[in-house]
């Protein structure tokens, strides 16, 4: 029994000290709410041309073209998207951009 109760009480004592955050260092300054994170890729800028009859809506972020979405005059528009980011465009008919999927490498052989 003493020692059920020894275990409890070992358990309990990390949960104690992790409720506790440690001081900030002295100089610090508080980060203000909406301050932009490392690593926030933000919202795309998009550039509207006009190419011949077609409209093209240029969709970039942090300046690398990744896809266009092209209106012609009459018919349906269509998205040319890089999947790879090699400035490689694939044509995509769907209503919707693409979801771009992550392509990791877990492992090489």
């Known amino acids: 029994m003493k020692s059920i109760f020894f275990a409890l009480i070992l358990l309990a004592v990390p949960v104690a000290a992790a409720d506790k955050a440690p001081p900030p260092p002295p100089g610090s300054k508080p980060v203000p709410d909406g301050a932009p994170v490392v690593g926030n890729v933000g919202e795309p800028s998009i550039t509207i041309r006009n190419k011949g009859n077609d409209r093209v809506e240029e ?33 995509n008919d769907g209503p919707t951009p693409p979801m771009a999927v992550p392509q990791w490498v877990v492992k090489t052989f």
Do not use: H, N, S
Request: proline content about 9%.
């Open 59 to 91: 969709y970039r972020i942090r300046g690398k073209l990744y896809m266009m979405k092209v209106t012609p005059p009459k018919g349906k528009p269509y998205f040319l998207v890089d999947q790879l980011g090699r400035g490689e465009f694939t044509r």
